[in-house]
């Protein structure tokens, strides 16, 4: 609900204090003074000497516990960004243990969450990482994103105060990074599909039209793509997604659109399946859906041709890229059992 396919750069990670505390004197003192049985000693360079190596050794000890912290969190976000994403999880589960209280941590969990469609995990990994980064316009973004896949599954009362939240937040995060396309885009999405009582509106969709245009004008047909696409208007979707292909024709996201079109309307099968089988030989750019949805989406549009056989491939090739893709494992439980137990 209201979500782009495109997600925010993150920027890199910040260092931490390591809690280190020397165990040294404080200050130079006498032996006897600060410690009473040790022997007095006649004052020479050598407390110098080994306050001075104090300090290099506490200076090596710091800085190696503050350079493992940001490799370890730069490698999940490596892993991430590739779309190596069971290996992202894994190794952000161990930060959750060791680090919860990183913000980075708990955005790239509920970035993950989103991803596969758990968004009760999404919105609670979410709201902590904006807690404690209040400032990060990625991370209110990324709320506003969770409220709105939450609200899809929601009753019409509590859609409602969900719709509320992933505006607000929404709000809040173009107000950190103004000139950002990713939440102009949403913006638009939501002010041409909300009510008029939840803050939607045509004259807010158009300003925000016409500052996605100025940024990047392709995008903003591939947002208006998405609203036709939620509002069922499938034709005048793939016109928009044709402006893009026509200018950028191995466009990873508008092509998993076409596919994405193709599974919803069960209409133009054979052409979403090609734009599927295409993104399946790109690589996938950051932010845009990963090869294990292509793979879910593939399988739709081939259950919608008759082919169990082939959709249930093409959900299990999603779920070996990620074992914990909830929308591909739901859709092979949804097919009727293989012969023979296969």
């Given amino acids: ?61 710091a800085a190696t516990a503050l350079a493992a912290e940001p490799a370890e969190l730069a490698r999940a976000r490596e892993l991430f960004e590739a779309s190596r994403l069971p290996e992202a999880q894994d190794a952000l589960d161990g930060l959750l243990a060791t680090e919860p209280a990183s913000a980075e941590v708990h955005y790239y969990v509920g970035e993950l969450a989103l991803e596969r469609g758990d968004s009760s995990t999404a919105v609670r990994e979410l709201e902590r990482s904006v807690e404690l980064a209040p400032d990060s316009a990625r991370g209110h973004m990324a709320l506003g994103d969770a409220y709105g896949r939450s609200a899809e599954k929601a009753s019409m009362f509590g859609a409602f105060g969900l719709a509320r939240k992933c505006h607000g937040e929404y709000l809040r995060a173009v107000a950190l990074d103004p000139a950002s396309v ?60 044709d402006k893009v292909l026509a200018s950028a024709p191995d466009d990873y996201a508008s092509l998993f659109q076409v596919g994405h079109v193709a599974a919803v309307s069960g209409r133009y099968l054979d052409r979403g399946l090609a734009s599927l089988r295409r993104c399946l030989g790109l690589a996938v750019p950051l932010g845009a859906p990963s090869h294990q949805a292509a793979q879910w989406r593939l399988g739709n549009l081939l259950e919608r041709k008759g082919d169990a056989a082939g959709a249930r491939l093409a959900y299990q090739a999603a779920l070996k890229l990620d074992p914990r893709f909830t929308p591909a494992s739901e859709a092979l439980r949804a097919l009727n059992p293989a012969p023979n137990g296969g």
């Fill in 1 to 61: 609900m209201w979500r782009s396919w495109d997600r925010i750069r993150s920027p890199g990670f910040g260092s931490r204090d390591s809690g280190y505390r020397s165990p040294g004197r404080h200050k130079y003192c006498r032996p006897n003074a600060c410690y009473p049985n040790a022997r007095e000693e006649t004052p020479s360079a050598y407390p110098v000497l080994n306050q001075t190596l104090r300090l290099l050794l506490f200076s090596l000890a």
């Fill in 182 to 241: 990713d939440l102009h885009e949403r913006l638009f999405e939501y002010y041409s599909r909300a009510p008029f009582v939840l803050g939607g509106g045509s004259d807010k969709a158009a300003r925000e039209a016409a500052i996605i245009e100025r940024i990047d004008p392709l995008r903003l047909r591939q947002a208006y793509a998405a609203v036709y696409l939620a509002d069922g208007k499938f034709e005048l979707a793939l016109a928009e997604l």
